[in-house]
């Protein structure tokens, strides 16, 4: 969606909340993501994907094209909830291949048995790889993981990770120098 587009449904959803769905269905998918990958953990993502769209349909009224794009101040709400799901003494750690597929997360398998085997001993092998750097991200303090799965999950730039953080770019530049330094020291 272009910066324009954006805008216009911003005004449009501040008038009449149902122009929001445009924006939401946009927006959701990347949303849960960043979720899903902060997290490994499906209900929790969607539990923050929700609670990010709830908040921004909310305040959506108070929002200002100033120097935060509609997507940066979504993300920083998102941001914002993952850090609180991280603060409640219960948050649950992340799941196993096994307890995905018992809440319904299933890899797509072609009809030949063979290539079934070799993709999902693939899946399994970029699964493992995927939590074994979760968890070592996952042992980082939070706005060192903020920035990594901003910078290398989301692809954002550092302009943006600056917006959606309320920080300057230098100090984002410095965060993440410090939160590659800290994963190399974990070797």
Do not use: C
Request: charged share 35%; no cysteine.
């Amino acid at each position: 969606m272009d910066l324009e587009r954006e805008r216009d449904l911003v005004k449009q959803a501040q008038k009449d909340p149902a122009a929001f769905a445009e924006l939401y269905d946009h927006y959701y998918p990347k949303i849960f993501g960043y979720a899903l990958r902060r997290t490994a953990d499906i209900e929790a993502a969607q539990d923050i994907t929700s609670e990010t769209f709830f908040k921004a349909l909310r305040g959506l009224w108070r929002f200002r094209w100033r120097s935060v794009s509609f997507s940066s101040w979504l993300y920083r709400i998102a941001s914002n909830e993952t850090v609180q799901y991280f603060r409640q003494p219960d948050y649950r750690k992340p799941a196993s291949l096994d307890a995905l597929r018992e809440q319904g997360f299933e890899p797509a398998a072609p009809d030949d048995p063979h290539s079934e085997l070799v993709e999902a001993q693939e899946e399994l092998d970029r699964h493992r790889e995927f939590r074994r750097v979760q968890e070592r991200i996952a042992r980082l303090p939070a706005k060192y993981q903020e920035v990594i799965a901003l910078r290398y999950f989301e692809q954002k730039q550092l302009k943006e990770i600056a917006e959606i953080l309320g920080k300057k770019e230098g100090t984002v530049k410095s965060l993440i120098h410090r939160a590659i330094e800290k994963l190399r020291e974990e070797e």
